[in-house]
């Protein structure tokens, strides 16, 4: 599905709770044409999918350059080892994980990429060391992540049902939606605000 000029979504996330339990999650897989930059990569279960839709964009695995998690929860992982490339995301997830070998820093992203119009902003809350995804093409798109898992998140100013910082959460939400003309949450179809 095209989002804006050289912005695609993969795949929609899910999420379907049984009262408090989440029975399944699955993240929302954006794919960045220009630097053929995918942002999260959905879960395990969703590698097919997503290539599928990549060859209906005309793209395999192997044209994918780099993947920006925006956190390193499995739901938002599960794809990654589909694909040869860099893999960025915050360094406090990267520690937390313990996964430094395999993570690259986010900052570094811009040192590899001519990466103009995309931007990487820091949207904790949700969990240290959220980042979310900016491109500035023909519309400013935020993937968002877990910083707005569901719309009802961006609609009605509530935080993710899961977070380490309900005050940070409800600041990333806010700096979102100031500068979102379209937001793709983590578990959820995009949404375009009107501003």
Known sequence: MRICKGVYLLKVGELERDGDLIKRASSSVVFIEDVRTLVDSG???DCRAIILALERLGFSPKDVEAIINTHLHRDHT???????CEKYAHELQIEA???QSTYLPYEEF????NAR????IETPGHCFGHISVVVHADKRVVVAG????????????????LHVDR?????SIKMIKEIADIVVPGHDTPLTLRH
């Open 43 to 45: 879960f395990k279960s």
């Open 78 to 84: 599960g794809c990654n080892e589909l694909f040869r």
């Open 97 to 99: 994980a313990g996964v």
């Open 110 to 113: 811009f040192r590899s990429f």
């Open 117 to 120: 119009g995309i931007e990487i």
């Open 146 to 161: 877990d910083a707005v898992p569901r719309r009802g998140n961006l609609l009605q100013d509530v935080p993710p049902r």
């Open 167 to 171: 005050k940070a959460a409800m600041r």
